[in-house]
């Protein structure tokens, strides 16, 4: 497959089949997760792979976020666990925070989002289905899930990939022709 192919045939997967990744696939997610660019080589990303016991302490810790997030919304909290819970295996990706130095650790952000990306390309080849979440589940921005994988120093979340084997077929979506969003100076 081409890498237009693959650019063009990457989607956000939602649904999984009922079955653990294999260790090969998952290492070979990481490993195309480091091959991506970054910055004067600062390497600046760390994964928290979170499956079986420690997954079942995620979702304790989603439930509690959640219930306290939206008290009045039953339903959107369970529907929102029901999809934790179906997942097989979760990726907390981190960037270094460089002290003293914003503009590097921006950098960094920007090289785990191409780790990130790298993740999720490299997963359409292995036969698996990901997804890069913030919200919700994703629990990027809820200081629990800091705590959760140990409260690593200088380091900041930029994002929770869930990832499984695809249940179903997942809808195309659609992008505006890149001539909307270019300027040609
Ligand atoms: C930074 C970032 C954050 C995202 N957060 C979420 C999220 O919290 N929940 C979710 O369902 N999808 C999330 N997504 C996935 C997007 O919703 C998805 O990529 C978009 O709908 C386009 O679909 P496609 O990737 O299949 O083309 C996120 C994607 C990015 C890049």
Redesign the pocket.
């Known amino acids: 497959m081409s890498a237009f192919d693959v650019l063009k045939q ?5 649904n999984y089949e009922p079955r653990e990744v294999e260790d090969d696939k998952i290492v070979r997610l990481l490993e195309a997760a480091t091959w991506a660019p970054n910055d004067r080589l600062r390497e600046p990303w760390h994964f928290y792979v979170i499956r079986g016991e420690a997954k079942q302490r995620y979702v304790q810790m989603a439930t509690e976020y959640l219930q306290e997030r939206f008290p009045t919304k039953p339903h959107l909290v369970k529907e929102s666990l029901a999809v934790l819970e179906t997942t097989p295996l979760v990726i907390t990706v981190t960037a270094d925070i460089v002290p003293g130095d914003e503009a590097s650790s921006e950098d960094n952000e920007y090289a785990a ?1 191409c780790a ?1 990306h790298s993740m999720w390309l490299a997963a359409k080849e292995l036969g698996l289905g990901l ?6 589940v ?1 629990l ?1 921005r809820d200081e629990r899930l800091s705590r959760f994988i140990g409260s690593p120093e200088n380091k900041k979340i930029i ?1 929770t990939v869930f990832i499984g084997y695809p249940a179903a077929e ?1 809808p ?2 659609n992008r505006k022709p890149y001539d909307e969003k270019t300027t040609w100076l």
């Open positions: 990457r989607q956000a997967v939602r989002a990130i997804v890069w979440r913030t919200r919700g994703g990027v994002g997942t195309a979506t």
